[in-house]
């Protein structure tokens, strides 16, 4: 499975993804937050754990880099469940050289050493960018691309990280799975009728 630090960089992937990116959500059309929305959409997207060496702002260009990320990661997300697997790597590829994401090691005052995957200088978003990329250049890489996830549910398209024992997540969250399996009992008690 990833350490924790990998973990916490793909649940801040998915978390991008779901929320800045348009498709549809447990069952209904999901239209991303634009213009005025989009910053304050972009600063709840991002968990408020990690990346703290770097300052926490979000302007409108700023939002408009993290949703662009956002929507290039999904790509990597739609390529695994496809099985399309050097797709995904190719994508990845794209994003590492386009966040310009490197390892450094970075300790802020009384606490550990942590890897980083974002230059000194560079701004949240790009930062952010960096690590989600990297974590999932990390997943396609260790054999662990199958862990990444889109929703199976109907007319769902939101995205996750299976982090099961068995590996057999199917859904973005139980609303989804709850519906699939309402609806799956539904059709069993019309087709007995």
């Known amino acids: 499975m990833f350490d924790s630090h990998v973990a916490m960089l793909l649940d801040q992937a998915v978390s991008l993804v779901n929320a800045l990116t348009d498709g549809s959500a447990r069952g209904r059309p999901y239209t991303a937050p634009r213009g005025a929305e989009l910053p304050a959409a972009a600063d709840a997207a991002v968990p408020r754990t990690g990346l703290a060496a770097l300052p926490r702002t979000f302007d409108a260009v700023q939002a408009e880099r993290l949703a662009e990320a956002a929507r290039r990661m999904r790509e990597v997300f739609r390529a695994v469940q496809d099985e399309r697997l050097d797709d995904a790597a190719a994508a990845v590829n794209d994003l590492l050289r386009d966040t310009a994401a490197r390892p450094r ?9 942590q890897l980083h995957f974002h230059g000194a200088d560079d701004s949240f978003a790009e930062g952010v960018s960096a690590s989600s990329a990297t974590a999932l250049a990390l997943a396609v890489s260790g054999g662990l691309a199958g862990r990444l996830g889109v929703c199976q549910a109907e007319r769902c398209d939101r995205v996750y990280v299976d982090s099961s024992r068995n590996a057999a997540r199917q859904f973005c969250s139980t609303a989804c799975q709850n519906r699939t399996k309402a609806a799956a009992f539904r059709a069993r008690r019309n087709a007995a009728d």
């Open 105 to 113: 090691l970075v300790r802020a005052e009384a606490e550990p050493w």
